[in-house]
């Protein structure tokens, strides 16, 4: 289950117009994927009030960019997560934060062995930009998506 949304970013103390970011803590357990998910798609809910988005798959890609980040985190980071989304003046900034400071590699995808390997292929196919950001406790995700 999600922690409470922090300070200036929680959803619930803006007004429609005024939402432009959202901060969440995951304890990085499987359900947490899930939560992760429906949390920012609350955050696209709101933030598409005012201003929808340029193309109907930006929703869908977001959801998805986001779904993938968290799955990699609870599947290679143990311990908590943090999801950041902000709008920006074209998109929305999504990033993912873990305590593995090891970079993600792509992997081949071998559906033969379930499937797997294709989410960091989709998380660069649908993003505008992707970055890696190193710190001494985990990594920064920092992924740009058009809205």
């Known amino acids: 289950m999600a922690s409470e949304p ?49 193309a109907p798959e930006h929703w869908d890609d977001i959801l998805l960019v986001v779904t993938e980040l968290a799955a990699n985190a609870v599947q290679y980071a143990p311990g908590p997560f943090e999801l950041r ?20 590699a792509p992997r081949p995808f071998q559906p033969s062995r379930g499937g797997g390997g294709i ?14 950001v190193g710190r001494s406790d985990g990594k920064d995700i920092h992924v740009f998506l058009p809205w």
């Open 119 to 132: 989410g960091w292929h989709l998380v660069h196919t649908l993003s505008d930009q992707v970055s890696v």
């Open 85 to 104: 989304m902000r709008r920006t003046f074209d998109g929305v900034h999504v990033t993912m934060s873990d305590s593995n400071p090891r970079p993600p």
């Open 6 to 54: 922090r300070g200036d970013d929680a959803l619930a103390h803006h007004h429609d117009e005024d939402v432009k970011s959202l901060t969440t803590v995951f304890p990085g357990e499987l359900p947490d994927v899930t939560d992760a998910r429906l949390a920012a798609e609350e955050f696209l809910r709101v933030l598409s009030r005012p201003t929808p988005p340029s």
